[in-house]
């Protein structure tokens, strides 16, 4: 069984900076694909940014590609999203969601996803 915790969540003035962490208890987190998602309120959950196994491979959403960066140090380690320059319309609740099937992908789209975070919120205030 694979669980997902996202710590990092709450509430940040825009411009500023937030960093959201997804970390696993299992043993094989490295060898995964991990993906964020977010859902606004009233919206459908939409990709974010999404980083491969070993890190070679990383995707971001046309929202926040410049000001984010999703990392992730070693085997089994959490893996970070750093976001900056925040407006408003980043609000919502953030998914980590992790893969362990085509792991050197990054992959976009949450059908790829089989695990999923309970979900952090992030409220970006103007």
């Known amino acids: 069984q694979v669980q997902l915790v996202e710590p990092g969540g709450g509430l940040v003035q825009a411009g500023g900076s937030l960093r959201l962490s997804c970390a696993s208890s299992?043993?094989?987190?490295?060898?995964?694909?991990v993906g964020w998602f977010r859902q606004a309120p009233g919206k459908e959950r939409e990709f974010v940014a999404a980083?491969?196994?070993?890190?070679?491979?990383?995707r971001y959403s046309d929202s926040i590609e410049g000001r984010s960066t999703i990392s992730r140090d070693a085997a089994d380690n959490p893996v970070f999203l750093q976001m900056s320059s925040l407006k408003p319309e980043a609000t919502g609740v953030y998914y980590c969601?992790?893969?362990?099937?085509?792991?050197?992908?990054?992959?976009?789209?949450?059908?790829?996803?089989?695990?999923w975070g309970q979900g952090t919120q992030v409220t970006v205030s103007s």
């Open positions: 969601a992790a893969m362990d099937g085509r792991s050197w992908v990054a992959g976009t789209s949450q059908h790829e996803y089989n695990y």
């Open positions: 980083i491969n196994y070993d890190s070679t491979s990383s």
């Open positions: 299992g043993r094989l987190f490295g060898t995964f694909a």
